[in-house]
C-alpha cells in the first residue's frame, strides 16, 4: 500500500521565470557498455459544460404557459486513478414567471356559487447555476519527477464566483487567494505525494452552487532508458529489454533480451531510473532497489560484483531517485538528498566514501536528477543547485570550475530539473524552459548548434512544458497538451523524428497518441502514452527498442509500439 502523508500547500502568487556538458562525444570507457561497431492530441478528460433545456407546461385550469428551465453539471471519479467522467445531466426543475419583476394575477373561480380570487406571487429566478471550473495544468494522469507541481486554471459563473478550494488526495479543502467575481484565474503551489494523487478544484457561487475538476498526477516515472536498456512499469508488472551484461534488467541473469521479460521483485514499484549499465526503483512503500553494475558503489553497496536481481538499499523513506552514470541519488521524504558510488568529480556532493550519507546543505527538497558526473536539486523555494563536473558549464554558474559541494546556479525559479551527460534543463513553475552547458549536438534547444552556454538560456519554444528528460547529449520536453518534442544529437534517430539529424530546437514528435511519461537514454528513447503503451526509438545495438532483433542496423528512427506481455 502507498504510505499515506500530508500534502503541503503553498498559496503563493507564482509568476514564471526562464531557469536553466564534455565534449559531444562518448568516452571509451562510456560506450564501451552501450555500441560495439560505431500528443499530438489533447487529453482525453472532457471539459465541463452547462446546457439549458427549456420545455414547457400548461396550467390545465387556466391555459396558462410557463417555461421550465433545468441545468445542472454532475462531476463523477471513478475508482480507478485516472479516470475522470463529467456527466452533463438534467436533474432540477426550476419554474419561473416570463418576467423578472413580482407580479400578481387574479384567478376567479365558481364552485358553490362563490367567487374566489386567488393571489399568486412569483419572486423571479432562482439561481442553480454551478461554476465551471476549468484546468490549464496539469492534464490528467500525467507522470513526474518533481514533488512541487504549480495547478492553474480558470472558474467561471453566470453571476459570480465567490470562493475556490484546493482539495489533495481527499484531505481537508483548502481555500485559494482569489478577487471574486464571474471570471477568475486560480493558481495553487502545492506538493504530491509519492505515487498517484487526486487532485480537486471546487468553486461555489454565492447561492452556493458547486462546480469541480479533477485531475491524477502520479509523482514517479514508470519508464526508463539506460545505456543500451530499458524499463517500463506497466500491466500489473515490471518489464527489460535491452542489454543485461551486468545484469541491469533485473531478471536474474546476465543475458541479453531482445523482448519485454519480467523483472524480479518489482510488481510494487511505482518509479524508475536507470543510467549506463545501473538502474533503480522506488516501491510504493518508500523503499529503493538496486540491481546492475556496481564497480563504483552505485548501487549503495560497496564497490563489487555485479546484482543481476533486484535488492533492497538500507535508506530512509524516499520519493525519488535518480541514476547518473557511475553515481545515484535518492530523495527521502524528508527533502533531503543522500548519495552514492563515484566521486572522481564531487559528484556525490560530499566527503567520505561510496557509501549511501546525506549531502550536506540541502532541505526542503523536490526534485533531483543526475548527471555523467555531475549532480542537481530543486528546493521548495524554487532554487536550484548543483555540484560535480563543471566542465562544460552545466552547473550554470557562468564558469567551468568543478564544485564538490551543492551551489545554487543562476536560476529564478524551478519545480523540476533534467541532466544529461553535460547539460541541464529546467522547467519554470508555468512551463517556461532553460538550459545550461554542453551544445555540440543542439541539446539545449536555444536553436543554436555551436558554443556551450555557461549560464542559463531560454528555450524559446516553450511556455507551457511540464517536465523533461535528458542523457547523453539528448532531450525531451512533455507540453501542457501532451504531446512530445525532442532536440539534440540524433545520430541513431534517437528524437523520433524519422531521420538522423540533429536538431538545434525542440521538433515535434509525430505518430504518437497523446503522452504520459518520458525517459531519454544514452542513445534512446522510450515513452508511455495515455492507453498504457510504451514506445521506443532510436539505437537498438542490445535490443533496447524490444522489437525482437538487435544490431545498430536495426534503429529505429520512429517511435515503435513496444509489445508487451
Known sequence: MIARH?????????????????????SASDTADTTTDDPTAAPTTAIPTTTSTTTESTDSETG???????????????????????????TTLDTTSTTSDTTTSDTTTSTTGETTTLDTTTTGAVDDTPPVVLLARPFDNVHLASRRLVV???ASDDTEVVAVDLVVNGEAP????????????????????????????????????????VRHVHLGVPVAAGGAHSLALVNNGAWGFGRNNEGQLGVGDLVDRLVPTAALGLDDAVSLSANLNHSLAVTEAGAVVVWGRNDEGQLGQAPGADVSTPALLDLPEVVLVAAGQRHSLALTEDGQVWSFGLNNAGQLGRDGDSLPAVVPGLEDIVAIAAGGTYSLAVDGTGAVWAWGNNTDGQLGDGMTVDSPVPKAISMADAVAVAAGKAHTLAVAPLGSLA????????????????????????????????????????SLGLAGDAALWAWGQNFSGQLGLGDTADRPA???????PPVRAISAGLA????????????????????????????????SAVPLLVALP
Open 506 to 512: 525542440p521538433t515535434l514528435v509525430p505518430g504518437l
Open 64 to 90: 396558462t404557459t410557463e417555461p421550465i428551465t433545468s441545468t445542472t453539471i454532475d462531476v463523477t471519479t471513478s475508482a480507478t486513478p485516472g479516470t475522470t467522467t463529467l456527466d452533463t445531466t438534467s
Open 6 to 26: 500530508s500534502t503541503s500547500i503553498l498559496l503563493t502568487a507564482v509568476l514564471s521565470h526562464a531557469a536553466c556538458g564534455d565534449d559531444g562525444t562518448t
Open 524 to 555: 534512446h528513447s522510450v515513452i508511455l502514452d495515455e492507453n498504457g503503451g510504451v514506445w521506443a526509438f532510436g539505437l537498438n545495438s542490445f535490443g533496447q527498442l524490444g522489437k525482437g532483433d538487435s544490431g545498430n542496423a536495426t534503429n
Open 174 to 213: 483548502v481555500a485559494l487567494s482569489i478577487v471574486p467575481g464571474p471570471v477568475l484565474e486560480f493558481s495553487a503551489d502545492l506538493r504530491l505525494r509519492r505515487g498517484w494523487n487526486t487532485i480537486e478544484i471546487v468553486a461555489r457561487d454565492a447561492a452556493d452552487n458547486s462546480g469541480s475538476s
Open 435 to 474: 538550459a545550461c552547458g554542453l551544445n555540440v549536438s543542439g541539446q539545449l534547444g536555444d536553436g543554436l548548434n555551436a558554443d556551450n552556454e555557461l549560464l542559463p538560456v531560454a528555450v524559446p519554444e516553450f511556455a507551457d512544458v511540464l517536465t523533461v528528460a535528458a542523457s547523453g547529449n539528448l
Open 152 to 154: 492553474t486554471g480558470q
